[in-house]
């Protein structure tokens, strides 16, 4: 088998890819943006592992990248809906956001400690997971690690985040 060449996979399927991007994010913009990053993850994916079906493989990263995309957008329309509609008389106030501040701050540092008090193999799947957004199977496919192996971490890590920072995790 021949490695896969980034570049005969572009011509031969770029344009499928924009257009199905294009229809999964219905912005042209976003639909650039996951459009130049599936080539980038699927460079990565290539250095790590051997394809078998690259234009199968190449379509599955850009449904990911576009999944995340979407989520993440539709995230941030909710925090700032939040913002502006429940929140802006507590930051109109000036007292309750500096409490808040440092609580949240104080809280951030126990996260912190607990992941890195974390094993090096259960850090890093928690961090894929819960930073990267990775589902468990592309984390078990990057790490070479089965997925009953990737939830069996992200449970050891949620309980050792709980148990260092209390209901705040």
């Known amino acids: 088998m021949q490695p896969v060449s980034i570049e005969a996979l572009h011509r031969s399927e770029g344009v499928r890819l924009r257009r199905f991007l294009l229809r999964l994010l219905d912005n042209s913009t976003d639909a650039a943006d996951?459009?130049?990053?599936?080539?980038?993850?699927?460079?990565?994916?290539?250095?790590?592992?051997?394809?078998?079906?690259?234009?199968?493989f190449l379509f599955q990263?850009?449904?990911?990248?576009?999944?995340?995309?979407?989520?993440r957008r539709r995230l941030e329309g909710t925090l700032f809906r939040a913002t502006t509609d429940a929140d802006l008389a507590e930051i109109a106030d000036g007292y309750a956001l500096p409490e808040r501040q440092v609580i949240a701050r104080q809280e951030l540092r126990r996260l912190a400690i607990a992941i890195?008090?974390?094993?090096?193999?259960?850090?890093?799947?928690?961090l894929l997971?819960?930073?990267e957004n990775l589902p468990n199977g592309e984390i078990a496919a990057r790490l070479g690690i089965s997925r009953n192996m990737v939830e069996k971490h992200l449970i050891r890590a949620l309980l050792q985040c709980r148990r260092q920072g209390g209901d705040s995790f």
């Open 129 to 131: 997971a819960r930073f």
């Open 34 to 56: 996951a459009h130049q990053e599936t080539y980038l993850r699927m460079l990565a994916a290539l250095s790590r592992t051997r394809v078998e079906q690259p234009s199968a």
């Open 61 to 71: 990263v850009a449904r990911n990248v576009a999944l995340r995309m979407r989520n």
């Open 116 to 126: 890195d008090a974390l094993p090096p193999r259960c850090r890093e799947v928690f």
